[in-house]
């Protein structure tokens, strides 16, 4: 059995872990981490900052 402290503290990682999984989540729909990327490899981190941007932006308009 856990304690109280290490309730919360799971509590608490569980909380940022699931954020962490929405955003990959996001990165799949946007096909990004799902396929083999075909175009130019100096653009992919490019592209994963611009879909990761904007749904940081979706983010902050719903909350």
Same mark, same amino acid.
């Given at each position: 059995?856990?304690?109280?402290?290490?309730? %919360?503290?799971? /509590?608490?990682?569980?909380?940022?872990?699931? *954020?962490?999984?929405?955003? $990959?989540?996001? @990165?799949?729909?946007?096909?990004v981490?799902? %396929?083999?990327? /075909?175009?130019r490899?100096?653009?992919f981190? *490019?592209?994963l900052?611009l $879909?990761?941007? @904007?749904?940081n932006?979706?983010?902050?308009?719903t909350?």
């Amino acid at each position: 059995m856990l304690t109280q402290v290490q309730q %919360e503290h799971n /509590r608490t990682l569980a909380k940022e872990h699931i *954020l962490a999984e929405h955003v $990959i989540r996001k @990165l799949r729909v946007f096909r990004v981490l799902k %396929e083999i990327y /075909r175009h130019r490899r100096r653009r992919f981190g *490019l592209r994963l900052n611009l $879909i990761a941007a @904007l749904y940081n932006l979706d983010l902050q308009a719903t909350h």
